[in-house]
């Protein structure tokens, strides 16, 4: 889902540049200082994750996890993202230094939003809401990390309708799999330390 | 504090488990292009290996004019006669925000044998060079050096693809665990970096209450 260079306009560029400083800004005021280490750490995991990769006919997706991060970073996501996402452009040539801005909206934005929507569901004492909010936030983000992608491609004269359907339908399999990943990390966080699922709504 | 640690450490091993795991994804496109006989081929792949199968290519000039538009087959291959001098600007797009491009400059056009002087139309098929039963006469035969000049040219064009393809395909080559592992500890070096300055700062007003 990364965007190359050279496929996007200036004026498009710029716009998503502009939201992730702000969106870093924020990120970064939040982070408190004991929760570096964890936005460290899933950043690499994020960094990882997209070397996970998923064949599917003739184009190949792979793994984001942008939910989990989101899941559990709030909108530390942002400096995580950006991170990882300037680390793969740079030793990996994913997607490029030019489209930085734009892929770490299209990324970390719905990673921020599927915080704000699922924070309360994960904590449920109902474990069906638990096990829903949490496949949900790791499905949605995937799929609004598409729809963002599709509405940056709007502007290269591609049809909006037809990009969708097509990034969406490559990365069902991959929305499927991120939902059942981040209900086995809340699972499993429940256990081992539940705190970190009640901090990241402290703190934010 | 404890449970952290091992929530980390778990989390750390998880990252490791899937490095060994992850075969290298497409997330990145390469073309390359090579001139043989007058005739341009070019081959296209995802990072991992992948061939970028039925995706568009685009030929422009160096004005930018679009002059050949045309598609991969299922080798990723795509071939075309030139129908300028060049240079050329190869453009490859695999859709879903995917794009790569090549440049092939004058010098590489020529030296890979005579260039079309008309437009033609592209193929998609890869066609071995064309080599002429002509290639068969030796001896006593007198050949003039221009004929001379061509049979060299064609020979070396036939000898020569094995080794172009080699190196096209040697010059591609997917994520490496240095790289990974490059990537993971300039994370964690940022991340030291972070807590230095979060840490100096709180220093600073610890000073400034005391």
């Known amino acids: 889902m990364h965007i190359s260079e050279g496929i996007l306009s200036a004026p498009v560029l710029a716009t998503g540049a502009a939201l992730t400083v702000v969106g870093t800004a924020i990120g970064l005021k939040k982070m408190d200082y004991d929760k570096i280490p964890e936005v460290a750490i899933l950043s690499s995991v994020f960094f990882v994750a997209s070397l996970i990769h998923v064949p599917l006919g003739p184009t190949s997706v792979h793994l984001i996890l942008n939910g989990l991060l989101g899941l559990l970073l709030g909108w530390s996501a942002f400096p995580a993202i950006l991170v990882a996402l300037f680390l793969q452009g740079i030793l990996f040539q994913f997607g490029g230094l030019t489209t930085?801005?734009?892929?770490?909206?299209?990324?970390?934005?719905?990673?921020?939003?599927?915080?704000?929507?699922?924070?309360?569901?994960?904590?449920?004492?109902?474990?069906?809401?638990?096990?829903?909010?949490?496949?949900?936030?790791?499905?949605?983000?995937?799929?609004?990390?598409?729809?963002?992608?599709?509405?940056?491609?709007?502007?290269?004269?591609?049809?909006?309708?037809?990009?969708?359907?097509?990034?969406?339908?490559?990365?069902?399999?991959?929305?499927?799999?991120?939902?059942?990943?981040?209900?086995?990390?809340?699972?499993?966080?429940?256990?081992?330390?539940?705190?970190?699922?009640?901090?990241?709504?402290?703190?934010? | 504090m404890r449970q952290t640690k091992y929530v980390l450490q778990a989390l750390f091993i998880i990252i490791l488990l899937l490095l060994f795991e992850a075969p290298v994804s497409a997330h990145k496109v390469t073309i390359f292009a090579y001139v043989e006989g007058g005739k341009v081929y070019t081959e296209s792949y995802y990072v991992d290996g992948t061939k970028c199968q039925n995706s568009e290519v685009e030929v422009l000039d160096s004005s930018g004019k679009v002059v050949l538009k045309g598609k991969t087959n299922k080798q990723g291959e795509f071939s075309f006669v030139p129908p300028c001098k060049g240079p050329l600007k190869i453009v490859l797009r695999a859709g879903m925000g995917h794009r790569a491009e090549t440049v092939l400059s004058k010098a590489d056009l020529q030296e890979g044998g005579n260039v079309a002087t008309k437009g033609s139309a592209a193929e998609t098929e890869p066609a071995e060079p064309k080599i002429q039963a002509s290639g068969q006469k030796t001896g006593e035969i007198a050949i003039s050096q221009n004929e001379l000049k061509k049979l060299l040219n064609e020979t070396l064009d036939r000898k020569l693809h094995p080794i172009l393809k080699l190196l096209v395909e040697s010059q591609q080559h997917g994520v490496s665990a240095r790289d990974v592992f490059a990537g993971l500890g300039y994370i964690f070096g940022i991340m030291g970096l972070v807590i230095y300055i979060k840490d100096a700062k709180k220093q600073g007003r610890r000073g400034e209450n005391d």
């Open chain 1, 100 to 204: 930085l801005g734009v892929n770490t909206i299209n990324m970390a934005l719905p990673a921020v939003v599927c915080y704000f929507l699922f924070r309360h569901a994960v904590t449920s004492e109902n474990s069906w809401v638990e096990i829903g909010g949490a496949f949900c936030c790791g499905f949605l983000a995937v799929g609004l990390s598409g729809i963002m992608v599709a509405l940056s491609l709007l502007f290269t004269g591609q049809s909006f309708i037809n990009v969708a359907k097509l990034i969406l339908l490559a990365h069902l399999p991959v929305m499927l799999i991120e939902g059942l990943f981040t209900v086995f990390v809340v699972k499993f966080l429940k256990k081992v330390k539940p705190e970190m699922l009640e901090v990241a709504n402290a703190t934010n």
